[in-house]
Nanobody, 123 residues
Framework: QVQLVESGGGLVQAGGSLRLSCLAS????????MGWFRQAPGKEREFVAA????????YYADSVKGRFSISRDNAKNAVYLQMNSLKPEDTAVYYC????????????????WGQGTQVTVSS
């Protein structure tokens, strides 16, 4: 069992930055590939970024490439999402996700979800 708790969301102006954190419980965190998804009002949840168990391979949605960066610290059971050059269309609830055995780029690969953290980007 893995529990995921996100933090770091908030209100920011367009062009600004935020850093999301996800802390995981349990001693098997390093076995999981981790990812971030987001869901805007009235839209389906979508993939944002993911990385493998070591952090050596990363994956990004086209909409965030070059602006967002995903990383992890296995010693701290943590995964991060650095978001720069934020746009109003990045406004959404951001969810941390864990997957065992595959890279979490699709929702059907997710074993555990966090509760989400709100990110609001004003224009």
């Amino acid at each position: 069992q893995v529990q995921l708790v996100e933090s770091g969301g908030g209100l920011v102006q367009a062009g600004g930055s935020l850093r999301l954190s996800c802390l995981a419980s349990g001693r098997t965190f390093s076995r999981y590939a981790m990812g971030w998804f987001r869901q805007a009002p009235g839209k389906e949840r979508e993939f944002v970024a993911a990385l493998d168990w070591s952090g050596g391979s990363t994956y990004y949605a086209d909409s965030v490439k070059g602006r967002f960066s995903i990383s992890r610290d296995n010693a701290k059971n943590a995964v991060y999402l650095q978001m720069n050059s934020l746009k109003p269309e990045d406004t959404a609830v951001y969810y941390c996700a864990a997957a065992l055995g595959s890279i979490p780029t699709k929702q059907d690969r997710i074993d555990y979800w966090g509760q989400g953290t709100q990110v609001t980007v004003s224009s």
